[in-house]
């Protein structure tokens, strides 16, 4: 029979644990230097322009908020579709949500061109603007989601976690769909204006957070010397295949859509067939290195046993997440506004030129922090929570478990 | 010394009160003429005449406007620009300039978060500097690329236009001009025309000179299939 689960903080003190403390928050460091020269300067520091003018930081806030909904998910297998082996991660799994969505919030602010201004867009709300809801969506978010975790870890309230857990799971779906349609509502744009943006956006979450939380959740185990059975990490790693399988259908089925209508074909011969970084980064990077090539390392008959080759595929997922996020961020926007169907344009303002985009050293520094921040921000948690179930091996968290 | 009694104190407090505040109060009603919802604000542009002139628009408004260039055309701001469109298979070839719509249905007002993108009564659509946060969803929505977002330190801005670095501006469509003159005004760029190719004026009002060109010529809006129904429109886009 299966042993009760019990939760405690992480409590290591080794030198190398300190040493990515340290890593940790001189990235931040450096990050928020880079911002301070991007306000003090301007953005024309920056590798963005009037054509470009979402660049490599939105690439790293989008992938971590998108992440932070995908995160929850784990915990939502336990609270919403019952599935008790994940019970012993559900804390960790909220727990890393807020972190993820603080580390990509606060990139967010810090590239707007006023972020001194954040309290404008706390207290003045344009009500038709997915923006506008999507900041009520991220606030809420965070309120929601540590409700919930009070829940899980206060035993009076744990009879009340389901229905939490189960708030929680619908708040995150309409949250990523409101980060998707952001996309999805810009109809001037030939690359975005789909409707299948939302809910594209909700299967990315799902692969991109638990990768995350499967590379989180190894290190943290691994720093503390706590066990993670083969049970446990094989759930995980089936259902991170599946998820990547769906996010390729919904690529698939959103070129096939806009190859098939006229209007967006020469867009989508550029992204798909193009001469151009954003053709290689799509095939190479989003469908190789972010698909197939971890779902081989997760499925094939070879790999399928080593834990390692399961983080390296976790690992690629994130990475292959990042680069599709860029592909669509950037890409979308290096292909030229369509201002009269089928003539040629130029201008003085770039108008019909394919635009290019090369991030700056700031960008770079303030994206990365962002993972920084939701790096230290979850140690630091787990430090002083118990978040973290004690043992993960199968007689924790297999339910038919037997001793052999 | 006179001890000043509670009557004495409330009577002095609120006439200083009432002397400080109304020549303010004063000053902004003489000044604001405001925005009237009767008017439709627009501009028809012949472009027959664009092909060969030398951009007198484009400099009058950024002359007017005080938007300079720092010699980086990939940030620099064009709240206007002279776009040249040529058709492929016949090389026909035309020249129009390009600047904000003034959109009946702006999706730059739809998308932007804090209410910074608004439409006037009047169909002037504008950019709250005090309230813009500099997000740049206005300039991702804008079908036209009409939106700009300042990527520099400014100076020697004009007090009638000011600008802000880390806010999005566009064409005003020279409303400090419109407030003050009502329908006898006439925007930078149409004064600066030698050709008088553009033409400022409400579309709601039958008998404005506008009104009555378009009646009697017709025009074309760019992207009209996206039904914004822009306020700025053009003869001569025959490609």
Same mark, same amino acid.
């Given at each position: 029979m299966k042993k009760q689960t019990s939760f405690s903080q992480f409590s290591n003190n080794s030198f190398f644990y300190w040493s990515l403390l340290v890593l940790f928050g001189g990235i931040i460091l450096i990050g928020l230097l880079a911002v301070h020269q991007m306000e003090h300067h301007g953005h024309h520091i920056t590798g963005m322009s009037?054509?470009?003018?979402?660049?490599?930081?939105?690439?790293?806030?989008?992938?971590? %908020?998108?992440?932070?909904?995908?995160?929850?998910?784990?915990?939502? @297998?336990?609270?919403?579709?019952?599935?008790? !082996?994940?019970?012993?991660?559900?804390?960790?799994s909220a727990m890393l949500s807020i972190c993820l969505l603080a580390g990509g919030l606060a990139v967010l602010v810090l590239d707007l061109g006023r972020p001194d201004r954040l309290i404008?867009?706390?207290? !003045?709300?344009?009500?038709?603007?997915? =923006?506008?809801?999507? %900041? %009520?969506?991220?606030?809420?978010?965070?309120?929601?989601?540590?409700?919930?975790?009070?829940?899980?870890?206060?035993?009076?309230?744990?009879?009340?976690?389901?229905?939490?857990?189960?708030?929680?799971?619908?708040?995150?779906?309409?949250?990523?769909?409101?980060?998707?349609?952001?996309?999805?509502f810009l109809f001037a744009r030939e690359a975005y204006d789909a409707a299948i943006m939302g809910p594209m956006f909700v299967i990315m979450s799902f692969s991109f957070g638990l990768a995350f939380f499967m590379l989180v959740m190894g290190l943290l185990y691994k720093l503390d010397g706590r066990q993670i059975g083969d049970y446990v990490f094989n759930k995980l790693r089936k259902l991170l295949g599946?998820?990547?399988?769906?996010?390729?259908?919904?690529?698939?089925?959103?070129?096939?859509?806009n190859?098939?209508?006229?209007? *967006?074909?020469? @867009?989508?011969?550029?992204?798909?067939?193009?001469?151009?970084?954003?053709?290689?980064? =799509?095939?190479?990077?989003?469908?190789?290195?972010?698909?197939?090539?971890?779902?081989?390392?997760?499925?094939?008959?070879?790999?399928?046993?080593?834990?390692?080759?399961?983080?390296l595929a976790a690992f690629l997922v994130v990475l292959g997440g990042? %680069?599709?996020?860029?592909?669509?961020?950037?890409?979308?926007?290096?292909?030229?506004?369509?201002?009269?169907?089928?003539?040629?344009?130029?201008?003085?303002?770039?108008?019909?030129?394919?635009?290019?985009?090369?991030?700056?050293?700031?960008?770079?520094?303030?994206?990365?922090?962002?993972?920084?921040?939701?790096?230290?921000?979850?140690?630091?948690?787990?430090?002083?929570?118990?978040?973290?179930?004690?043992?993960?091996?199968?007689?924790?968290?297999?339910? *038919?478990f037997k001793k052999k | 010394m006179n001890k000043l009694n509670r009557r004495e104190f409330i009577k002095k407090t609120t006439n200083t009160a009432a002397i400080s505040i109304l020549p303010g109060v004063f000053l902004q009603t003489v000044n604001a003429k405001g925005a009237d919802v009767k008017n439709r604000w627009g501009m028809l542009i012949d472009t027959r005449g664009c092909g060969d002139c030398k951009n007198e628009c484009i400099t009058a408004c950024h002359s007017e406007h005080a938007v300079k260039s720092f010699d980086r055309p990939q940030t620099d701001s064009q709240w206007i620009r002279k776009v040249t469109v040529k058709n492929r298979k016949t090389s026909h070839t035309m020249a129009l300039p390009i600047m904000c719509q003034h959109c009946e249905k702006p999706a730059c007002v739809d998308v932007c978060p804090t209410g910074a993108s608004f439409k006037r009564v009047d169909g002037i659509?504008?950019? +709250?500097?005090?309230?813009?946060? #500099?997000? $740049?969803? &206005?300039?991702?929505? &804008?079908?036209?690329?009409?939106?700009?977002?300042?990527?520099?330190?400014?100076?020697?801005?004009?007090?009638?236009?000011? $600008? #802000?670095?880390?806010?999005?501006?566009? &064409?005003?469509?020279?409303?400090? $001009?419109?407030?003050? +003159? #009502?329908?006898?005004?006439?925007?930078?760029?149409?004064?600066? &025309?030698?050709?008088?190719?553009?033409?400022? #004026?409400d579309l709601n009002d039958k008998n404005s000179g506008i009104s009555k060109k378009l009646k009697a010529m017709g025009a074309r809006q760019i992207r009209a299939d996206l039904n914004l129904n822009p306020a700025v429109l053009y003869q001569g886009l025959d490609l």
């Open positions: 009037q054509q470009i003018v979402w660049g490599l930081p939105h690439v790293f806030a989008i992938f971590l %908020i998108v992440a932070a909904s995908g995160a929850l998910n784990i915990s939502s @297998m336990s609270s919403v579709f019952n599935r008790t !082996h994940y019970k012993p991660l559900s804390r960790l404008v867009a706390m207290t !003045h709300y344009n009500f038709k603007s997915i =923006f506008a809801w999507n %900041i %009520i969506l991220y606030n809420g978010f965070f309120a929601i989601v540590f409700v919930y975790i009070w829940m899980m870890m206060e035993q009076k309230m744990n009879k009340f976690s389901k229905l939490a857990g189960f708030f929680a799971f619908l708040w995150r779906l309409i949250l990523t769909t409101g980060t998707g349609s952001i996309f999805g599946v998820f990547i399988a769906a996010v390729l259908y919904f690529v698939i089925v959103k070129h096939l859509t190859l098939y209508a006229a209007e *967006h074909t020469d @867009m989508e011969y550029f992204m798909l067939f193009g001469d151009n970084i954003y053709t290689q980064l =799509f095939w190479y990077g989003q469908v190789l290195l972010g698909g197939l090539l971890p779902l081989i390392m997760l499925y094939g008959p070879l790999c399928k046993k080593s834990r390692l080759t399961g983080y990042l %680069i599709q996020i860029y592909v669509i961020v950037i890409g979308g926007q290096a292909y030229p506004l369509v201002l009269f169907p089928g003539m040629e344009v130029t201008s003085s303002f770039f108008d019909g030129t394919i635009n290019s985009y090369i991030p700056s050293k700031y960008e770079i520094a303030l994206g990365v922090s962002g993972v920084a921040i939701t790096l230290l921000a979850i140690v630091f948690a787990s430090r002083i929570l118990p978040v973290a179930a004690d043992n993960l091996s199968d007689e924790y968290v297999n339910p *038919h | 659509v504008l950019v +709250d500097r005090h309230i813009c946060i #500099g997000c $740049r969803y &206005c300039m991702m929505a &804008c079908p036209y690329k009409a939106r700009n977002f300042v990527h520099e330190n400014l100076s020697e801005q004009n007090t009638i236009s000011p $600008r #802000g670095k880390g806010t999005v501006e566009a &064409c005003t469509m020279c409303v400090h $001009r419109i407030d003050k +003159d #009502g329908a006898k005004a006439k925007t930078a760029c149409q004064q600066a &025309c030698p050709k008088n190719s553009i033409i400022f #004026g």
